[in-house]
């Protein structure tokens, strides 16, 4: 049955597409409606496969973005495609090159674009980069350059007071990691209106690593770690060697000191 909707639903959006490319915001409304039926059907469907699910879920966004390439429900689908990088970076640069103006003048996904293409900068044995900023409580100036001179892996944490999947990484992960004392930790604060949101939220959380707060989305140096979604870690030997990332560590578990 699952599998039926799906297809369904995909079939709905496919069917749509080849509508007469006149988008109304009723239009709009409706297919964006559509697709979130179909997406969602595909993410709960247990029978499926991850690279099912991806395939799927691709073939759903790219029948959208056919339709709607000229309009806002097109920039949204065009930052879904680039964020959960279900097109790889080729593609994106293809469909990027002939983008409409709205998506190419869209802040949002250029910085998006220019993270993905830094990606390949940050792999396992590649040095680390830079980045600091004011901490929060102590309003002291925190880098990872200052915290990888203590002589100790460090763990490089990119989250915001606002991300739910941030809080529980937090509170499951890098709480009891770093009261072990194996592994230092450093957070970098993304995405941010407000320092004092990044400042209450490491008051609640018990958070008691240094945190650079790097303020909002638009030229973030989260750009340069290839960042596109958080929380997103990065393990870090003490010489600042990337060892591995992740968006939470119990996927490089194995590569944490013993």
């Not at 639903?9 to 009723?26: D, M, Q, R, W, Y």
């Not at 991850?50 to 806002?72: P, R, T, W």
């Not at 996904?109 to 792999?123: D, F, M």
């Not at 240094?210 to 909002?216: D, I, K, L």
């Amino acid at each position: 049955m699952k599998r039926l909707l799906i297809l369904s639903a995909a079939a709905l959006i496919l069917f749509s597409g080849c509508k007469a490319n006149v988008n109304t915001p009723e239009i709009i409304a409706q297919d964006t409606q559509e697709m979130t039926d179909a997406i969602k059907a595909i993410r709960e469907n247990d029978e499926l496969t991850k690279e099912q699910k991806d395939g799927q879920m691709l073939a759903c966004y790219e029948a959208v973005y056919a339709k709607h390439a000229k309009d806002s429900l097109g920039m949204e689908v065009f930052k879904k495609l680039v964020t959960s990088k279900l097109w790889d970076l080729e593609t994106v640069e293809a469909k990027y090159a002939k983008a409409s103006d709205l998506i190419r003048n869209d802040e949002l996904i250029n910085t998006k674009v220019e993270a993905y293409r830094n990606a390949g900068n940050v792999l396992p044995g590649m040095p680390y980069i830079n980045i600091e900023g004011p901490d929060p409580v102590t309003g002291e100036n925190v880098s990872i350059a200052d915290v990888l001179a203590q002589g100790k892996p460090v763990l490089v944490d990119f989250w915001a007071s606002w991300c739910g999947p941030c809080r529980r990484e937090i509170k499951n992960n890098l709480l009891p990691l770093a009261a072990e004392g194996k592994v230092n930790v450093v957070g970098i604060a993304v995405w941010e209106d407000s320092i004092e949101d990044t400042k209450d939220a490491m008051v609640n959380y018990g958070i008691t690593w240094p945190v650079a707060y790097t303020g909002g989305r638009v030229d973030s140096p989260s750009i340069k770690y290839g960042v596109s979604s958080i929380p997103t870690l990065f393990l870090l030997a003490p010489d600042g060697t990337i060892l591995a990332s992740g968006n939470s560590i119990s996927k490089f578990k194995d590569q944490l000191p013993e």
